[in-house]
């Protein structure tokens, strides 16, 4: 049958094609990505997980534009990704914002940047503010628009940095252990939170974190990374409706594919390896005192 050439497969927002990356040199050099291949569709929800040191910070970085790949391609909706782009943007776990700012203002500096002072219309800073109000409201951010971030508390702090993030529309947010510094509860409230702020920005998100559990409850797809080199080892799209509700973490689905990952990464990790010598151990110390 000929192909339907009416609706052709959509071009992915993010393209990876044999992307590698290498710190140092001789001995001290370290593959922290090798031959990465990964497709991001528009709009997805696509989290990161692996043991430490997997190389899911240099991805999500190499993604921004803030560490140049040693080799391969990497692309933005079909363009090669240089440096940073306003249409991507980053959040991080420690909140990095401008203490001498109150939270609006905070919200509202990036956008200041991007325009020029000289180029800026009154409709610019209109168009701005209304920005910055929505996004306000959006964060339940209202009531403390003009307190400053050491009178916030951490959850609050990342919401101002998630809206600053948010102010210049970007079509892609990558988002580094954001949650990483927060209690259980505050981070089951931005949970929901973003993504709902994902439904309603229609923003592609890539969102790295240490949690499994977090990683299913937020992500479409689930990308597993291995260590030594860092690598993709699998991905996993997530059997959950779309639309989440906490209750889903107790599904047999969602458990048991939790159980699956965290089986893996434990086995790319080689902390399988500590337990098996651990036992051999214990079973060492067990013989000498039967002596
Ligand atoms: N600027 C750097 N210089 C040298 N080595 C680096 C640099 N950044 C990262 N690495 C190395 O690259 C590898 C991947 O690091 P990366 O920070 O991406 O891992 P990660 O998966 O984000 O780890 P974690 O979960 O601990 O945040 C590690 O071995 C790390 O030591
Ligand atoms: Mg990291």
Redesign the pocket.
Known sequence: MAPDLSSPAKAPKLQARGVW?T??HGTAR????QDVDLDIADNAFVT?V????????????TLAGL?HRSAGDLRCDGQPIDGPGRERAMVFQHYSLYPWLNVLDNIRFSRQLATHTRDRTDADVEAASGRADALLRLMGLAHVARAYPSQLSGGMQQRVAIARALMSRPQVLLM??PFGALDAQTREVMHDLILHVHRLERTTIVF?T?DVEEALYLGHQVVL?A??P?RIDSIHPVPLPALRTQDMKLAPAFTALKRTLLERIRATSGMQTDTELLARLSRAGSIDLAR
């Open positions: 990356k710190f140092g370290t593959v922290a990505l990161l692996g043991a430490s040191g997997c190389g899911k910070s240099t991805l999500l970085r560490e580094d252990e790295v240490h990374m260590p030594r860092g």
